[in-house]
Nanobody, 130 residues
Framework: QLQLVESGGGLVQSGESLRLSCAAS????????IGWFRQAPGKEREGVSC????????DFADSVKGRFTISRDYAKNTVYLQMNSLKPDDTGVYYC???????????????????????WGQGTQVTVSS
């Protein structure tokens, strides 16, 4: 069974950091694009960041640029999202998702469209207090 399992969420104060993990089981992440999405209460799910199978990185949310970093550990079959300088607006449920296509277009870049992703984790809650 193909699964993605997120961990690392929690309650932190504004300005603190968290590292989210997305571990795959039942398959190897190497050939997949892995994206992080988040959903705040009452809002639509939005793309945060993604790493393609070729290692290309796209940060979809302008608000996280310079603060969030996505990375991949091939040996651990895990993708991470390092989140620094957290703000209350970062609060939400964070999901990782896998795109079996690995990337799209001539450059093989990630898609920011949730429907392009084939597998989703269960989500991990991130709460940032002011």
């Amino acid at each position: 069974q193909l699964q993605l399992v997120e961990s690392g969420g929690g309650l932190v104060q504004s300005g603190e950091s968290l590292r989210l993990s997305c571990a795959a089981s039942g398959f190897t992440l190497n050939y997949w694009a892995i994206g992080w999405f988040r959903q705040a209460p009452g809002k639509e799910r939005e793309g945060v960041s993604c790493i393609s199978s070729s290692g290309g990185i796209d940060d979809f949310a302008d608000s996280v640029k310079g603060r969030f970093t996505i990375s991949r550990d091939y040996a651990k079959n895990t993708v991470y999202l390092q989140m620094n300088s957290l703000k209350p607006d970062d609060t939400g449920v964070y999901y990782c998702a896998g795109d079996a296509a690995g990337g799209h277009g001539p450059a093989g870049r990630c898609s920011s469209v949730p429907n392009e992703f084939d597998i989703w984790g269960q989500g991990t809650q991130v709460t940032v207090s002011s």
